[in-house]
């Protein structure tokens, strides 16, 4: 298999922070009042090469090769300080995986592999580039099915090590928002799926995760080597249930129970400002046809509140810190026609 990707994005964004004597809309071009103005345009052009090749060693070992080139062009255009930044952003990403399948219902598979999220400019005076992202991925993981397919069971377990780790968060004195590097980041973590269907048309199903990410290395701040990744939830899971079943002619009824379990949440690299385990449930019936769906749901229907987003009151507006909150219970219809 080969290939080849390109894109071009032109992206605008502009802030602007003023003082509101009035509520009047036209106080934003007042230059008395703006206490805030970023505007930048930025140009992105990513050209990309793939290929990827199986071989098999053996009818039921394959070893697959697979390799990807990334150049990526940045420039960035400050209209509100009348600078211009321009970057060349390149990488070169291997990838090797052993897959073992003795039987139908059983994969076992091992890979290393390597990953780029290329660097870039943003839209403040406060710190302009952030460099590329780099990780190196080792993974062992297995996918087995078993009792005539109605018990599923996956699992993985993963070793990473990110060098310029890239974090996004909102500086609000300057009304920036800012994609950071961590020098070096060590992630460690696992995963398992499980399904069971008793009987027909009735799933239940169990998945957990796990991911200990870790700064090892900081060197604008030493102090926080050692402490979790900004926005990590170290573990989270999900159980449910869903059923399916006959009932008039070709119609059927559908019901599903979704329950999401989250860890605890670290919102900064000084590990500080921490959010609770959260548990959300979401329902969702429905009759569905040969071409038509109808279904009622809810989400978050226990009314959990939470952060979505947080920034620290040291970022923040005085000792004030500033959150937008997960949505509220949510209740819906959704309709479905297949043509």
Request: hydrophobic share 35%; aromatic share 14%.
């Amino acid at each position: 298999m080969v290939g080849a990707s390109y894109q071009y994005s032109d992206k605008a964004l502009r802030t602007r922070a003023f003082v509101d004597l009035n509520g009047a809309a036209d106080q934003i071009d007042n230059p008395a009042l703006v206490i805030v103005n970023n505007n930048v345009r930025n140009h992105y052009r990513s050209t990309g090469v793939f290929a990827q090749v199986d071989y098999d060693l053996l009818p039921v070992l394959t070893l697959t090769g697979g390799f990807r080139y990334d150049h990526d062009d940045r420039e960035q255009r400050d209209l509100a300080g009348n600078n211009f930044y321009n970057a060349t952003f390149v990488a070169s990403q291997p990838k090797l995986t052993l897959t073992y399948k003795p039987a139908r219902n059983q994969t076992y598979y091992l890979t290393a592999s390597s990953g780029y999220r290329p660097g870039g400019f943003n839209a403040t005076p406060v710190s302009p580039t952030y460099k590329s992202e780099f990780v190196r991925n080792f993974e062992a993981g297995f996918k087995t099915s078993l009792l005539e397919d109605k018990v599923l069971v996956n699992g993985a377990l993963f070793y990473e090590r990110d060098h310029n780790y890239q974090y996004y968060f909102v500086d609000v004195r300057t009304a920036s928002q800012i994609d950071q590097n961590i020098d070096r980041v060590d992630v460690k973590g696992g995963e398992l799926e499980t399904q069971w269907r008793p009987v027909t048309g009735w799933t239940l199903f169990a998945n957990f995760g796990y991911s200990d990410a870790k700064i090892k290395q900081l060197g604008a701040f030493p102090q926080y080597v050692g402490n979790y990744t900004p926005n990590l939830t170290p573990w989270n899971a999900a159980v449910g249930t869903e059923y399916r079943a006959p009932l008039v002619n070709d119609l059927k009824w559908y019901g599903r129970i979704d329950g999401q379990l989250y860890g605890r949440k670290y919102w900064q690299v000084d590990n500080q400002d921490v959010q609770d385990a959260k548990q959300y449930l979401s329902l969702r019936l429905g009759i569905e046809g040969s071409n038509w769906d109808a279904y009622l749901w809810g989400k978050n229907v226990t009314d959990t509140r939470a952060y979505s987003q947080y920034v620290s009151p040291e970022l923040g507006i005085g000792v004030a810190g500033i959150g937008f909150l997960v949505q509220p219970a949510t209740y819906g219809v959704e309709l479905k026609v297949t043509f």
